[in-house]
């Protein structure tokens, strides 16, 4: 199998403010294996960037393998490095495979795709008024808010005032455990279903106190899960965990923390970087498996390059196509 990739960059359709910083543009990378393609996303707080999975893609060299269907032993011949490289790898191979079999993943998978949640749309850091009027302007039936500055009661606030929408809040790590404190009881009052990573990662002292908390949302960790065992290290201290593809390795691992996750009597929800249409349908074909969907990825950007699930009103659909079933946007 031959593997070749190429650097991509992203516009975002608003400026894109979260509690580790404001973009205006991303620079993903996108993978080929022969006909599968997968995406890797250079996300800096995770320490990824477009230079250094290129270099770790550079290295690679799939030519001993011809099976696609041999998946396992293609990414066990991976060596360590960059999570989101290897992820775009999985999923290229994923597609590859499920094209030389005539399949869309969903399908292989034995899964139902009328089962997939409403994913959310996220609503950027922005001021209070500013972000009560972009809630305001909504029409998704779920949104995600992003918090972590000052002034965040007052955002709480203004946009439940704003909307009847099902809620959810993402601190991206932002808040003191003493600002936690405050806050989640004020996320509970207005209604917001969930919030994810409150704390900074590591802080499991922190989570375990506001576990304690009530009334409170539930709680979920995302930059604190990599791996499986940090899934089982945090039983106890939260509600949910989030799984991302760039974050984990890609499909195959996506597959075992969600497993693991369900073991430990864990919700997840299945999320995404800022991505194309290809990393985000390649996790919409486990959707199904999960409690909660936040793949909006194609909705923040103004330049996809292909097209795949598809939305309305927060609901997805799945591409019938082989693989991830990904067209050419002038197929349409």
Not at 305 to 319: E, H
Request: proline residues 6%.
């Amino acid at each position: 199998m031959r593997l070749s990739f190429e650097p991509v960059t992203l516009n975002l359709r608003r400026p894109f403010n979260i509690a580790h910083g404001v973009s205006l543009t991303r620079r993903n990378v996108l993978v080929r294996i022969d006909a599968g393609i997968g995406e890797a996303a250079a996300v800096a707080y995770h320490g990824e960037t477009a230079e250094g999975i290129s270099s770790y893609l550079s290295r690679l060299d799939l030519g001993a393998f011809d099976d696609p269907c041999l998946i396992d032993d293609v990414l066990g011949s991976l060596p360590p490095g960059s999570a989101a490289a290897r992820a775009a790898v999985d999923i290229a191979l994923h597609d590859l495979w499920g094209q030389r079999l005539q399949q869309p993943l969903y399908r292989l998978f034995g899964l139902n795709p009328s089962r997939i949640p409403p994913t959310s749309l996220t609503i950027a850091l922005d001021t209070p008024e500013a972000m009560a009027q972009a809630v305001a302007s909504a029409r998704e039936s779920s949104l995600k808010i992003k918090l972590g500055a000052g002034d965040d009661e007052a955002r709480i606030r203004g946009i439940r005032a704003a909307t009847r929408a099902t809620l959810r809040a993402d601190a991206n790590g932002g808040w003191t455990r003493q600002q936690a404190a405050k806050l989640l009881p004020v996320l509970a009052e207005h209604d917001f279903e969930l919030v994810e990573q409150p704390l900074a990662a590591g802080d499991e002292d922190g989570l375990a106190a506001l576990m304690r908390m009530r009334p409170r949302p539930l709680l979920f960790a995302d930059e604190s899960i990599r791996s499986s065992a940090d899934i089982l290290a945090h039983r106890g201290l939260v509600d949910g965990v989030v799984v991302k593809l760039a974050k984990c390795g890609g499909i195959r691992e996506a597959l075992r923390q969600i497993a693991v996750a369900h073991g430990a009597g864990l919700r997840v929800m299945l999320g995404c970087m800022v991505e194309t249409s290809v990393a985000v349908t390649a996790a919409a074909h486990l959707a199904p498996l999960v409690q909660h969907v936040d793949l909006d990825g194609p909705l923040l950007i103004s330049n996809d390059p292909l097209s795949g699930v598809r939305y309305d009103d927060g609901r997805l659909t799945l591409p019938d196509g082989p693989g991830l079933g990904l067209r050419p946007k002038d197929s349409e």
